[in-house]
């Protein structure tokens, strides 16, 4: 392509002087608010926690600025900002412009910084005038943090280079990352990893100020929920992206960037759990601020191998300048945060002790070294080579077969707790009490194993037949939480049932959104079972006209289409797949040829050399997904390429895209045997069901309710308690 | 018994169950793993043990056969090829110079891959590229 260069514009030039000079400006905003957090708290002078506020809104201000004028940028195809030609194209459809910025380093730490200020600016707003001996400290922690990524991205990784004269064309966005899923899922991971950190401050300032009541767990509480949902939902994108765009089938591999995502999740879960065991009973003091600064130094720690590249991983994230910092941060926040709990554990005593095995705060401790085992397993597998590499002198990695063997009983037997714990109360359950709420989910525990062996072949997958009847059990056991809430409320109030219900459950969000999400994890656990122990698997090579048998599918290869666009040249089957005879579905699973800028590819050859993309045939129902991905060979084309490199690299693009138009009608009319992969995947689809009814709950429980409600719904739990006659009132 | 003493055994039984927990994470660790090789390592490998081949894939030398791939891994800088076959998936980055991973063993100077076991490099939205370089 011929490069013309744009004529040099000042003005231009100027916008990325003035997104540098506005991080320069946030730099000092966070270095004096950090300043202002400590002197304010050391001296107790509210004044200066107040300046230190502001300057953590001004921060916000200046950023939000320079997120604005970045994304500005990405839409007017300014390639006068070097991160817009980098990964941006006048061809690149607007959604993905815009979506662009967090495609590269410099954005995604523009972005982090920018949810930072935000989250920091809302809970400094939301607690200014509460907890005033730790909020100051809060503050100067946040604002530490916030200097800390604004430093990186002066000194390290700028979002504002520029290029003097601008190029007329940029490179493009990787078309790996053209997809819906790919294009929000990182700003969720980010939102998940940068929330925790105001649990985090709110923690390291309570342990400062000693003041180590659950006040700063209460008031960051939505926080963390919301935290671990946005953390959630970029696993679940990233697993959808990997199963409909990688053209492999699979959602989870065990890479080390997947499992360092995964890690402060399973934290943070425990986290969530035990923030409860302290606000009702006072126990796991201790406990719960290692949790949680190790959730936020495993989130810094996520970004750290996504950053460096220390791992071997698929996503190489190519060696980056902001490992060495990152290091240190973690290093800081690691034993930092350790001194201050060792300096405090005086001041950490559990109020109370566990008094019986059959209470929710037991139940809950076992669920929380459950999911700190799996959490301490996949930590060993994602480090194994650099702890191999140490003691042997090379570096050995473990594949999943080896995370299998270990996360599936711990998973396994995290799924019953699911079930169990909303059913036991705190203090102490008595037997009467544990026989009348086990009954129900035991008998479809039972039931769902005897059905289970009696019509599939689940007893040769042991595994999965507990996950699916510890599922039976957790389901049962919360619909009856909800049906007690509503006949309990009817009882009482005589209000019809439905509007029993939902008046109950309104009343008891938190307790009620949390049954939800265990209702959905439940769900997706069944997913990952049913579609990882039953599912079919074949790589077929098919001319077109042939058919091959997929479990009870027959799949036949009706024809080859192809759609070149301006964009990507797009190859596609078309497939007719039938059951017994009978018409299931037609699947189109194609193959999308991205240019490439490369030019020794050749004239002709960039069409065809470049990046490649698959779009699966995919048909969903709830009993599982019948999924196809499709891989042309090409190879018949290489001889008149390479002609066409040699004779045709002169001619303008017009005529170029003619002759790429012949090749393509030339392949179609005698196309070679092309690959494809066919997976019959029972049940899968609830993976992300599951999902989205877990989110609903997690929303449920982390909608704000009004102060005045909350008062009004605590005197109200609390009449409930006595008239019902139970020990304290419910979750 | 007095509820201390419970607690001290409690606590005992609880620590063992963690290490033995512990050693056997590293027992089977140090066993199920494969070592991570470049091709100019693979000159004295042992014929029975599984490797991790790194490396990028030299440019023109992949041929497809019908369901085998055949290819040649070099080393970063490009020297010590060595051949590669391999059956099963091929993830949609693989192509010349491209950065893999493949799981296998050596079987008579080829390089021969474990079903489904290659794995591409994300041709990364982090790494760096400049207008009219390829990625």
């Excluded at chain 1, 410099?106 to 809970?123: D, I, K, P, R, T």
């Excluded at chain 1, 990524?149 to 790996?176: C, N, R, S, Y």
């Excluded at chain 1, 490369?598 to 019948?626: C, H, N, Q, W």
Aim: include cysteine.
């Amino acid at each position: 392509m011929p490069v013309e260069v744009h004529d040099h514009d000042p003005g231009a030039v100027e916008l990325t002087i003035l997104g540098s000079a506005l991080l320069a400006a946030a730099l000092l905003c966070a270095l004096y608010a950090a300043g202002a957090g400590v002197y304010g708290g050391h001296t107790g002078d509210r004044r200066w926690t107040a300046s230190a506020r502001r300057a953590v809104y001004a921060m916000a201000g200046l950023l939000t600025t320079a997120v604005v004028l970045l994304e500005i940028a990405f839409v007017r195809n300014d390639f006068h900002f070097a991160l817009v030609a980098d990964h941006s194209s006048t061809t690149t459809p607007t959604f993905y412009k815009l979506t662009a910025m967090w495609s590269s380093q410099e954005g995604s730490l523009l972005l982090w910084a920018w949810v930072l200020s935000l989250a920091s600016s809302g809970v400094l707003f939301i607690t200014r005038r509460r907890h005033r001996e730790i909020v100051p400290w809060a503050t100067a922690i946040l604002a530490a943090l916030g200097s800390f990524f604004i430093g990186l991205m002066i000194f390290k990784a700028q979002p504002f280079a520029h290029l003097d004269p601008a190029p007329a064309e940029g490179v493009g966005l990787t078309p790996l990352l053209r997809n819906p899923y790919m294009a929000v899922h990182p700003p969720m991971l980010y939102s998940g990893y940068v929330l925790w950190s105001i649990p985090f401050a709110f923690c390291i300032g309570a342990l400062i100020a000693r003041k180590l009541d659950a006040s700063w767990i209460r008031t960051t509480r939505n926080f963390a929920l919301v935290a671990w949902t946005f953390l959630g939902i970029g696993l679940l994108l990233g697993s959808r992206w990997s199963y409909e765009e990688l053209g492999w089938g699979g959602y989870w591999g065990w890479d080390p960037v997947e499992n360092a995502a995964l890690m402060p999740w399973l934290i943070g879960t425990a986290f969530l759990h035990s923030v409860m065991v302290q606000e009702k009973r006072g126990m796991l003091k201790v406990w719960n601020v290692s949790l949680i600064s190790a959730t936020f130094t495993l989130c810094l720690l996520g970004t750290f191998l996504v950053r460096s590249g220390v791992l071997e991983s698929i996503h190489a994230f190519g060696a980056s300048t902001v490992g060495g910092p990152l290091l240190v941060l973690i290093g800081v926040v690691a034993v930092g945060s350790t001194v201050l709990i060792v300096t405090r554990l005086e001041q950490l005593r559990p109020e109370r002790r566990i008094e019986s095995l059959a209470s929710r705060e037991s139940i809950f401790l076992v669920n929380n070294l459950l999911l700190v085992g799996l959490a301490v397993v996949i930590f060993w597998g994602t480090f194994f080579p650099l702890i191999s590499e140490f003691f042997t002198g090379e570096k050995h990695s473990l594949a999943a077969p080896w995370f299998n063997r270990y996360v599936t009983p711990i998973g396994v037997l995290l799924v019953l707790f699911t079930g169990l714990g909303p059913l036991f109360a705190w203090g102490r359950l008595s037997g009467g009490a544990a026989r009348r709420l086990l009954v129900w989910p035991g008998i479809a525990t039972a039931v769902t194993i005897a059905v289970l062996l009696a019509v599939s072949d689940a007893g040769s997958h042991l595994w999965a037949l507990f996950v699916f009847a510890f599922a039976a059990f957790t389901l049962v056991a919360l619909l009856g939480e909800f049906w007690r809430a509503g006949s309990t409320r009817h009882a009482l109030t005589g209000e019809a049932y439905p509007r029993a219900l939902a008046t109950a459950v309104g009343r008891n969000r938190r307790r009620y959104g949390g049954f939800v999400v265990h209702a959905g994890i439940a769900l997706t656990l069944i997913g990952i079972a049913a579609s990882s122990s039953f599912q079919t698997n074949r790589d077929l090579r098919l001319q077109v006209g042939q058919t091959a048998k997929v479990g009870d599918y027959d799949i036949a290869y009706r024809k080859i289409t192809a759609d070149p666009e301006n964009e990507r040249i797009s190859f596609a089957a078309q497939l007719d797949v039938t059951r017994d005879g009978k018409h299931v579905t037609t699947l189109n699973p194609a193959r999308n040829y991205y240019p490439t800028q490369d030019p020794t590819a050749g004239a002709i050859g960039r069409y065809f050399m470049g990046e490649s993309t698959s779009e699966v045939g995919l048909k969903t129902a709830a009993g599982g997904d019948l999924w196809t991905a499709f891989q042309p060979d090409l190879s018949s084309l290489n001889p008149a390429i390479i002609r066409g490199n040699r004779q045709l690299a002169d001619l303008p693009p017009q005529a170029q895209g003619f002759a790429i138009l012949a090749l393509v009608q030339h392949y179609l009319d005698d196309p070679r045997p092309a690959n494809f992969r066919v997976i019959v995947n029972p049940l899968v689809g609830w993976i992300w069901i599951g999902a989205l009814i877990a989110l609903a709950g997690a929303v449920m429980a982390a909608w704000p309710a009004l102060e005045s409600r909350r008062r009004l719904e605590a005197a109200y739990r609390a009449r409930l308690g006595k008239e019902l006659g139970t020990a304290g009132p419910p979750a | 018994m007095d509820p201390s003493r419970k607690r001290k055994i409690r606590l005992v039984v609880a620590l063992s169950a963690a290490v033995l927990l512990a050693a056997g994470l590293v027992y089977t660790s140090f066993s199920a793993s494969s070592e991570a090789k470049e091709p100019s390592q693979l000159v004295n490998a042992n014929p029975n043990q599984t490797y991790e081949l790194t490396g990028d894939v030299v440019p023109g030398s992949i041929h497809h056969s019908g369901d085998q791939l055949d290819f040649r891994i070099s080393d970063r800088d490009g020297s010590h090829p060595i051949p590669v076959s391999y059956t099963g998936t091929v993830p949609d980055p693989f192509r010349d110079g491209r950065e893999v991973i493949v799981t296998g063993k050596l079987q008579d100077g080829t390089f021969v891959g474990e079903r489904d076991s290659l794995i591409t490099k994300c041709p990364s939205k982090f790494t760096t590229t400049t207008p009219g370089q390829s990625s």
